[in-house]
């Protein structure tokens, strides 16, 4: 923790661990500031590529990092039907998209789509999802309030306890690799930025990528995480326990990104939040 930080942290819990402050009485007004100020820094409004600051990070970090980069190579993982993967092309143009999508349906509608938007030989689509090991897994399917929400698909089964009501439907027996292993057999050396949005399964792919981070061959990494690590069992604190060293850390906003410059226990915010991870210098 920095000077600054410890000194402010010190002062709040001189201030607001005193027995007046946590009166019975005040206990709904802290409850709803807590909500109010979890909403206003973007935790839970990391759902839309639109609005949760990831096209900012695509048009203001990527793009520009990407220009220096003669074949600048993205790494799409968890594709669905391709909106983030022509964003890219949109906002990149320069580079060559590689999205993986697992599930055998929502692949060959992400194949249309390409397609259809002349984007099949810019952007490079794979049915095959990827983990710690390379394996044959079960990919669960669910509705959301009753309709079809591919966007959900996950490894780690869901439970029922959010908000929405999702229910699994469906379960298919999927393909995954690890990213060393599939980097090596595609003669692939350098990902010059890796998307994942996995549905709580981001940090075991990060786990099969060990020799890609030991040898700084990823310069960007952008992971959603929320509810679905909930599922997953997994904690912000693994993230950083796997980046932290190699990459500096940020929370993305609409339009920007906040440095995370140390952890902290309160940093457990299970709401869809999308954190950006940009390779330090010489790591």
């Known amino acids: 923790m920095q000077p600054a930080q410890s000194s402010v942290t010190t002062l709040l819990k001189q201030i607001l661990f005193r027995p007046i402050i946590k009166h019975p009485r005040l206990q709904r007004f802290w409850s709803q500031l807590h909500t109010v100020a979890i909403f206003a820094m973007n935790y839970g409004g990391g759902g839309l590529i639109e609005s949760s600051g990831e096209q900012w990070v695509l048009a203001q970090v990527v793009s520009k990092v990407c220009q220096g980069v003669r074949e600048p190579l993205i790494f799409d993982v968890g594709a669905n039907v391709g909106d983030y993967s022509l964003m890219v092309r949109e906002l990149v143009p320069a580079a060559t998209v590689f999205a993986f999508e697992p599930s055998g349906a929502v692949y060959q509608e992400l194949e249309r789509r390409l397609a259809a938007a002349g984007q099949s030989a810019n952007v490079k689509a794979f049915n095959l999802g990827f983990s710690d090991t390379k394996r044959e897994v079960a990919l669960h399917s669910y509705t959301a309030d009753g309709n079809e929400a591919s966007l959900l698909s996950s490894i780690d089964l869901r439970l029922p306890t959010q908000v929405v009501a999702v229910e699994a439907v469906a379960t298919e027996q999927i393909d995954v690799d690890t990213l060393d292993h599939f980097c090596e057999a595609h003669d692939v050396t350098q990902i010059n930025f890796l998307k994942l949005d996995v549905e709580g399964h981001e940090l075991a ?10 040898q700084g061959a990823i310069a960007m990494i952008q992971f959603e995480f929320g509810p679905a690590n909930i599922y997953s069992r997994t904690y912000f604190y693994d993230f950083w326990s796997i ?25 457990e915010i299970f709401l869809t939040t999308n954190y950006l991870a940009i390779k330090k210098q010489g790591s």
Do not use: K
């Not at 792919?205 to 030991?214: E, F, H, M």
């Not at 980046?243 to 940093?267: K, M, N, Q, T, W």
């Open 205 to 214: 792919i990060l786990q099969g990528a060990q020799r890609l981070l030991a």
């Open 243 to 267: 980046l932290a060293e190699r990459f500096d850390i940020f929370r993305i906003i609409p339009g920007g990104i906040v440095s995370i410059g140390y952890y902290g226990e309160h940093r």
